[in-house]
């Protein structure tokens, strides 16, 4: 599998949307088509192997399942993962002869996804840095009450700063680093310490990122049930996820009710609940 300019360009002008503003926000561009399950998508229409694409997608979306950008701080870029990563690795993946569906392949999408994952945090500190240009004219335009002129902040220099850190990196690494991968293939054999190393720590990093999940969704030791029944339904049983997401929406109905039983006898004999902290701690556990 080879990349060629104008595909490059097409991933690279991606890469510029769903990092931009006009993309309604952070809705559509960030949270939508910047996540690696639809920039395998994406990438596989634009490299024409979409069951290969999406495979990567759904590998690499399983490390960076709970990341979240607070403040602005930011481990790894996922457009940079969807748009340098999925593509390379799906070069990756084609040079090496992999089942795309099997699990060495899996593990070595992760591993590239991890390694532009830190590459594109760079270029993401890059856009926001070169942004406060854009902000400081904005600040100009409001103290000399030129207001009409603020969107242009927001919605047109910014363009630039994408063009300059998203669209160009994107579009050579994706081009270059396709040569590059499928020289590494020519360098290092598939039974090679180097690429064992790979397949290893790319079949550990979905802890990584359950384990983050984990901490975020698991309030009291009772949240791991529905969880652990969840995989032990997918692994005995051989469920598929609408199955095991319809036990565990029962689930979450019957804790729902559990919960609401409990306030209601709580409350009863005792006359109106106050209002309070506890109260606050109660829907906070809901």
């Known amino acids: 599998m080879t990349i060629s300019w104008f595909q490059a360009a097409i991933l690279g002008i991606f890469a510029c949307l769903c990092s931009n503003s006009c993309m309604a926000g952070q809705a559509v561009g960030n949270y939508t088509i910047g996540r690696p399950l639809v920039g395998g998508l994406v990438c596989g229409i634009v490299l024409g192997n979409m069951p290969l694409g999406i495979a990567c997608g759904v590998a690499m979306q399983l490390v960076y399942i709970a990341l979240v950008t607070p403040g602005g701080t930011v481990s790894a870029d996922v457009r940079a993962i969807s748009y340098i990563g999925i593509p390379l690795a799906m070069v990756a993946i084609s040079a090496q002869g992999l089942n795309p569906l099997g699990g060495s392949a899996a593990d ?27 902000q400081s004219f904005g600040w100009k ?16 220099w910014p363009w630039i700063s994408h063009a300059l850190f998203s669209f160009l990196p994107t579009m050579f690494l994706t081009y270059y680093g396709a ?108």
């Not at 070595?108 to 854009?134: C, F, P």
């Open 179 to 286: 040569t590059a991968v499928t020289a590494l293939r020519n360098a290092l054999p598939m039974d090679g310490i180097a690429m064992k190393t790979l397949f290893t720590v790319g079949g550990m990093l979905p802890c990584v990122g359950i384990a983050i999940l984990l901490r975020q969704i698991i309030g009291h030791p009772i949240d791991f049930v529905p969880f652990l029944v969840g995989f032990t339904l997918a692994a005995s049983l051989h469920l598929n996820l609408v199955s095991v997401t319809v036990i565990s929406l029962l689930f979450a109905v019957i804790f729902y009710e559990v919960e609401m039983a409990r306030d209601a006898g709580n409350g009863s004999g005792k006359g109106p609940v106050a209002e309070g902290p506890a109260n606050n701690d109660d829907e906070e556990d809901i």
């Open 108 to 134: 070595l999408a992760k591993s590239v996804g991890t390694l532009v994952g830190t590459v594109g945090t760079v270029l993401y500190y890059a856009v926001a840095t070169m942004n406060l240009v854009w």
């Open 141 to 156: 335009d409001v103290h000399k009450g030129k207001l009409n002129k603020l969107t242009a902040v927001n919605f047109g």
